[in-house]
């Protein structure tokens, strides 16, 4: 009975939240310095990076768009050989046991 009260110490899941914020929060200061950095030594002004990022993403718009719609029509084209199948199928059901 003592092993399995040992085993749900308190201090042991406080010592376990406390490197996950330590290691969180180092993290989202390495995050933070490496942008500052990559700011700095960017080799383009900021409008010329926000020219850029704005074409990027309206490119990835497109592509996003484009898969969408060729998702829609996959998806009609199942929905037409569903639909054939069942016809075709339609005749030759028979109730078991009859």
Known sequence: MNDE????????????????????TMLFIGLAAGALVALLLAPTTGKEMR?????????AREVMEDIGEQAGDW???GSEWADKAKSKMGPLKR????
């Open 5 to 24: 009260v040992r085993d749900f110490e308190p201090n042991g899941e406080a010592e376990e939240s406390g490197r996950l914020g330590l290691g969180l």
């Open 51 to 59: 020219r850029s990022l704005r074409r990027k993403y309206e490119d």
């Open 75 to 77: 998806i009609d084209k």
């Open 95 to 98: 109730p078991f046991g009859r």
